[in-house]
């Protein structure tokens, strides 16, 4: 398995922008997609996104397609998540996690490693 540690949240008014940061362990990084999900607090985990583990296809949620960019550097074993034009139901912690395989899944049960998470408050 590998190892993931998210960073970058914070607190940050509605209409701007955080990127969030997702360092893993282990040099077979560039064998697992990854991929990012959320939970807002009362609420079930949500998927955010999915890249394949070569960086060359990205799958987003609806919700965040146009504002939510997602890239990976295999180089230095990290995983960003740009996010734009954010607001108030965006509010919530962000995980990401990785699954060995080719399949940009939405499915949380089907990533074996989770980091810890990393806490994004949007104000209104």
């Known amino acids: 398995q590998v190892q993931l540690v998210e960073s970058g949240g914070g607190l940050v008014q509605a209409g701007g922008s955080l990127r969030l940061s997702c360092a893993a362990s282990?040099?077979?990084?560039?064998?697992?997609?990854i991929g990012w999900f959320r939970q807002a607090p009362g609420k079930e985990r949500e998927f955010v996104a999915a890249?394949?583990?070569?960086?060359?296809?990205?799958r987003y949620a609806d919700f965040v397609k146009g504002r939510f960019i997602m890239s990976r550097d295999n180089v230095n074993y990290t995983v960003y998540l740009q996010m734009n034009s954010l607001m108030s139901e965006d509010t919530a912690v962000y995980y990401c996690?990785?699954?060995?395989?080719?399949?940009?899944?939405?499915?949380?049960?089907?990533?074996?490693?989770w980091g810890q998470g990393t806490q994004v408050t949007v104000s209104s």
């Open positions: 996690a990785a699954r060995a395989g080719t399949i940009l899944s939405q499915r949380e049960k089907e990533y074996d490693s």
């Open positions: 282990g040099r077979t990084f560039s064998n697992y997609v």
């Open positions: 890249m394949h583990r070569s960086g060359g296809t990205t």
